[in-house]
């Protein structure tokens, strides 16, 4: 359904992104992890076309969707995909719906203008994806404004917008960032729901390894604007071969007792401008020796997982 | 800047009755828009209103005192004061706001595609428009009446251009910021094209500062109706504006002060109320650091 392969994003003279690959069937679930700052969110506006907004542009590889090649796709037929065939749910709903317009005309917009609905059908439609969602009392929703609803209404509103025109694949940017933790498991499990239901393809980005594990069949881990780890998401926690994602395995809490520090890993991550050469976990890697600092390390495939480690493989 | 925008939301549902209502709810607001509802619905009225007819003259009587019948005197033709203050009223709201109304439909056009498109576009609008704001007032309108003669046409479009530039700029201001917002981003992913999005999200969310400015300027182009009737560019006798009453008052300034005292007075208690009401109006929007970030 949806084939990235070694994508690559240049803003001018900086390249935030390179070397992103991962594929996706219907019904599959990738999970996008990495801390902030490591290209998440830009491997998404590449698929959704949306970089040049911001003045970025691919400078390489393919994003093969559907059998057709999005990277050199023309603004207007990319418009047609859009919201028709892949469904984007931005990171923060509170600021993702129109102010100054009710909740109903927001949603019809959609079906609208891919289904070429007229505005009843669209209305009809409308609650009835509403009411797929759970929100209660669905066709009173339509009359109200964003800003009479919590964060969690607006999130499925949001959803319901992706949703609307019936998308193959679905982005999900950080859906659950802005949300209370109680509503977060909610969405969570309505977007699982969803894509049973419906044989979507889910694209999920957090930073949240514990959601990924809960929710995903495959994970792409991100780590200074690269892939670093590409794998099922059993293979990924049972034998993680990258330092990197054994530390953000490590730092899921454990249970509830209060004794045990929660770990960490020491430093940041590096910013655009001053990526470290070789390897770019290096400077916050404890297994880091010479090799690491001078070259940077090739996909090598151990197992079922993919890493980009020197040590792949290593026993230890 | 989120709340922000949902006080705009709050005080836009329904424009017409709650942010105007709000703007009634102080006493300043209630007495200068007060005043600018009796003014309008003075202009409007006036054939009913007036107590004599504004031309018609009365050489035996010219400039009579403060009185009665002639409340506010008479002038050197024996007209009427009063009446032509009131038909005065007619001229310069209809012009100014015929003027602003012009102003802010192209403004709003041109500040709206600039802001979208951005680009070359961009700045060719831009500096045409900046261009135009660098023409003192007066100069414009000495263009306008040397091409097509005095009057109030001249007088329209001499006061629509004086005020292009700041609508085109407050509107390019706006729309640069909300081509940022997430909503606009999330209405792209859904595969809205640029007209879609310009008419239904950006222009709507634009529109509230563009709204008070307009208020305030109409204050602004009814002094300027006033300075070109003053220069005897604007209205062309007998039709009563203020600026060319005050002119002709200038003659007889000791003998019948009156003349030049009331329609001086109209404008600048016209002009206060106008300023007064559009204060209340940013404050009722919460909109002033937007207007001021223009």
Same mark, same amino acid.
């Given at each position: 359904m949806l084939e990235v392969r070694?994508?690559?994003?240049?803003?001018?003279?900086?390249?935030?992104?390179? &070397?992103?690959?991962?594929?996706?069937?219907?019904?599959?679930?990738?999970?996008?992890?990495?801390?902030?700052?490591?290209?998440?969110?830009?491997?998404?506006?590449?698929?959704?076309?949306?970089?040049?907004?911001s003045g970025g542009r691919i400078t390489g590889g393919s994003i093969v969707f559907d059998g057709q090649e999005l990277t050199t796709l023309a603004e207007s037929a990319y418009r047609k995909l859009r919201g028709?065939?892949?469904?984007? #749910?931005?990171?923060?709903?509170?600021?993702?719906?129109?102010?100054?317009?009710?909740?109903?005309?927001?949603?019809?917009?959609?079906?609208?203008?891919?289904?070429?609905?007229?505005?009843?059908?669209?209305? !009809?439609? $409308?609650?009835?994806?509403?009411?797929?969602?759970?929100?209660?009392?669905?066709?009173? #929703?339509?009359?109200?404004?964003?800003?009479?609803?919590?964060?969690?209404?607006?999130?499925?509103?949001?959803?319901?917008?992706?949703?609307?025109?019936?998308?193959?694949?679905? /982005?999900?940017?950080? =859906?659950?960032?802005?949300l209370d933790v109680t509503?977060?498991?909610?969405?969570?499990?309505?977007?699982?729901?969803?894509?049973?239901?419906?044989?979507?393809?889910?694209?999920?980005?957090?930073?949240?390894?514990?959601?990924?594990?809960?929710?995903?069949?495959?994970? /792409?881990?991100?780590?200074?604007?690269?892939?670093?780890?590409?794998? =099922?998401?059993?293979?990924?926690?049972?034998? =993680?071969?990258? =330092?990197?994602?054994?530390?953000?395995?490590?730092c899921i809490p454990k249970g509830l007792s209060t004794d045990e520090h929660l770990s960490g890993i020491s430093g940041t991550v590096p910013t655009v401008s001053n990526y470290p050469k070789g390897c770019a976990f290096h400077p916050r890697c404890d297994r880091a020796k010479n090799i690491c600092t001078s070259e940077r390390p090739a996909f090598i495939t151990y197992g079922n997982n993919a890493a980009a480690c020197h040590f792949a493989g290593d026993d230890r | 800047m989120t709340s922000n925008i949902g006080t705009v939301a709050r005080a836009m549902t329904g424009f017409g009755n709650s942010a105007i209502g709000s703007a009634f709810g102080s006493w300043l607001g209630k007495i200068a828009g007060g005043f600018l509802v009796l003014l309008v619905l003075t202009a409007i009225f006036a054939p009913w209103i007036t107590p004599f007819d504004y031309a018609a003259q009365n050489l035996?009587?010219?400039?009579?005192?403060?009185?009665?019948?002639?409340?506010?005197?008479?002038?050197?033709? &024996?007209?009427?004061?009063?009446?032509?203050?009131?038909?005065?009223?007619r001229t310069s709201l209809s012009v100014s706001a015929t003027a602003i109304a012009i102003s802010i439909s192209v403004g709003m056009t041109l500040g709206a595609a600039a802001g979208y498109f951005g680009g070359f576009f961009e700045r060719a609008?831009? $500096?045409?428009?900046?261009? $135009?704001?660098?023409?003192?007032? #007066?100069?414009?309108?000495?263009?306008?009446?040397?091409?097509?003669?005095?009057?109030?046409?001249?007088?329209? %479009?001499?006061?629509?251009?004086?005020?292009?530039?700041? %609508? !085109?700029?407050l509107t390019r201001a706006q729309i640069v910021r909300l081509k940022r917002e997430t909503f606009i981003e999330a209405t792209i992913n859904l595969g809205a094209k640029p007209r879609h999005i310009l008419q239904y999200h950006l222009l709507p969310n634009a529109i509230a500062p563009v709204i008070v400015v307009g208020m305030l300027a109409i204050g602004d182009g009814i002094v300027l109706e006033a300075t070109l009737g003053f220069f005897g560019l604007g209205a062309q006798p007998p039709t009563p504006s203020w600026g060319a009453m005050m002119s002709s008052g200038t003659a007889q300034l000791f003998l019948?002060?009156?003349?030049?005292?009331?329609?001086?007075?109209?404008?600048?208690?016209?002009?206060?109320? /106008?300023?007064?009401?559009?204060?209340e109006l940013i404050r009722a929007l919460n909109i002033r650091d937007r207007i001021r970030g223009a």
């Amino acid at each position: 359904m949806l084939e990235v392969r070694d994508l690559e994003v240049a803003f001018g003279p900086v390249a935030p992104l390179s &070397g992103v690959s991962f594929s996706l069937a219907k019904g599959e679930k990738l999970g996008i992890v990495g801390e902030s700052g490591s290209g998440k969110s830009l491997t998404a506006m590449s698929v959704m076309g949306l970089l040049p907004l911001s003045g970025g542009r691919i400078t390489g590889g393919s994003i093969v969707f559907d059998g057709q090649e999005l990277t050199t796709l023309a603004e207007s037929a990319y418009r047609k995909l859009r919201g028709r065939r892949l469904g984007l #749910i931005t990171q923060n709903p509170m600021t993702s719906l129109d102010p100054l317009q009710k909740i109903g005309p927001q949603v019809d917009a959609v079906a609208v203008l891919h289904l070429s609905m007229n505005a009843s059908e669209a209305r !009809t439609r $409308t609650v009835e994806i509403l009411g797929t969602l759970r929100i209660p009392e669905p066709a009173l #929703i339509c009359d109200r404004y964003p800003h009479q609803m919590s964060g969690g209404m607006k999130q499925r509103i949001v959803i319901a917008m992706a949703l609307a025109a019936d998308p193959d694949v679905l /982005v999900a940017d950080e =859906p659950t960032t802005a949300l209370d933790v109680t509503v977060q498991a909610q969405i969570i499990r309505l977007l699982d729901d969803l894509v049973k239901e419906r044989d979507l393809a889910l694209v999920l980005i957090t930073h949240d390894m514990s959601v990924v594990a809960q929710t995903c069949d495959k994970v /792409v881990v991100m780590y200074a604007g690269r892939a670093i780890e590409y794998g =099922p998401v059993e293979a990924i926690f049972d034998a =993680p071969q990258h =330092p990197y994602t054994q530390a953000l395995i490590n730092c899921i809490p454990k249970g509830l007792s209060t004794d045990e520090h929660l770990s960490g890993i020491s430093g940041t991550v590096p910013t655009v401008s001053n990526y470290p050469k070789g390897c770019a976990f290096h400077p916050r890697c404890d297994r880091a020796k010479n090799i690491c600092t001078s070259e940077r390390p090739a996909f090598i495939t151990y197992g079922n997982n993919a890493a980009a480690c020197h040590f792949a493989g290593d026993d230890r | 800047m989120t709340s922000n925008i949902g006080t705009v939301a709050r005080a836009m549902t329904g424009f017409g009755n709650s942010a105007i209502g709000s703007a009634f709810g102080s006493w300043l607001g209630k007495i200068a828009g007060g005043f600018l509802v009796l003014l309008v619905l003075t202009a409007i009225f006036a054939p009913w209103i007036t107590p004599f007819d504004y031309a018609a003259q009365n050489l035996m009587n010219s400039n009579a005192a403060p009185g009665w019948p002639h409340l506010l005197g008479t002038d050197q033709f &024996g007209r009427d004061v009063l009446s032509r203050v009131i038909y005065g009223a007619r001229t310069s709201l209809s012009v100014s706001a015929t003027a602003i109304a012009i102003s802010i439909s192209v403004g709003m056009t041109l500040g709206a595609a600039a802001g979208y498109f951005g680009g070359f576009f961009e700045r060719a609008v831009m $500096t045409v428009v900046d261009l $135009t704001w660098s023409f003192p007032d #007066i100069l414009i309108a000495l263009i306008f009446v040397a091409t097509i003669g005095p009057g109030l046409t001249s007088t329209t %479009f001499a006061i629509a251009i004086a005020y292009l530039a700041q %609508f !085109t700029r407050l509107t390019r201001a706006q729309i640069v910021r909300l081509k940022r917002e997430t909503f606009i981003e999330a209405t792209i992913n859904l595969g809205a094209k640029p007209r879609h999005i310009l008419q239904y999200h950006l222009l709507p969310n634009a529109i509230a500062p563009v709204i008070v400015v307009g208020m305030l300027a109409i204050g602004d182009g009814i002094v300027l109706e006033a300075t070109l009737g003053f220069f005897g560019l604007g209205a062309q006798p007998p039709t009563p504006s203020w600026g060319a009453m005050m002119s002709s008052g200038t003659a007889q300034l000791f003998l019948s002060p009156w003349v030049i005292i009331f329609p001086g007075v109209v404008v600048a208690v016209t002009v206060v109320a /106008v300023n007064l009401f559009g204060d209340e109006l940013i404050r009722a929007l919460n909109i002033r650091d937007r207007i001021r970030g223009a």
